[in-house]
């Protein structure tokens, strides 16, 4: 008798979520494991474009998914993103970062991986069908945009985008 594998419990229509999910989870450990080898001067250091702390911006990442998500339930249940746009984002972010100038290493890190793993448990839920789904994204112009797309750009490319970003500042 063959042992049955994870992947062959999986139903097909959900193959390609528990994908998008993994991707997520590993982009957040590899910002977490990222912000683990930080000293403190490291964690403080303002990155060149927006003067955010490192630190800041690890704690915004972990902070995004809920308000992420949000929108992705939106797009799988079939319905547009209206009235977010990128003037809001930037008005969000630095909120953010007034409020989290002194976020903690060891809060910020707890708060991505809790949310992240979140994230990660919401995305495996979905089906192909909903991946699938198109929607006018006030983002994107109101593009009819899948909500597959939004999720690989948005949760799942938030922690690469940042660790990329972080590390040039830092220099690592």
Request: charged fraction near 25%.
């Amino acid at each position: 008798m063959r042992s049955t594998t994870f992947a062959a419990t999986i139903p097909a229509g959900s193959r390609r979520a528990a994908a998008l999910a993994d991707r997520l989870e590993q982009g957040a450990r590899a910002l977490a494991d990222f912000a683990r080898g930080l000293d403190a001067g490291q964690w403080r250091l303002r990155t060149p474009k927006d003067g955010r702390k490192v630190g800041v911006i690890v704690h915004h990442v972990a902070s995004m998914y809920p308000i992420e998500m949000g929108l992705v339930d939106k797009l799988a249940a079939g319905e547009p993103v209206v009235g977010v746009s990128w003037d809001d984002v930037d008005a969000i972010n630095a909120e953010h970062a007034a409020k989290n100038d002194g976020a903690g290493k060891e809060e910020a890190i707890g708060l991505l991986l809790g949310n992240s793993a979140e994230a990660a448990a919401a995305i495996r839920k979905l089906t192909d069908e909903q991946l699938d789904l198109a929607s006018p994204i006030s983002l994107d112009g109101d593009a009819p945009l899948t909500c597959q797309y939004f999720v690989e750009f948005h949760p799942v490319r938030h922690a690469w985008h940042h660790l990329a970003k972080l590390r040039a500042a830092v220099g690592r």
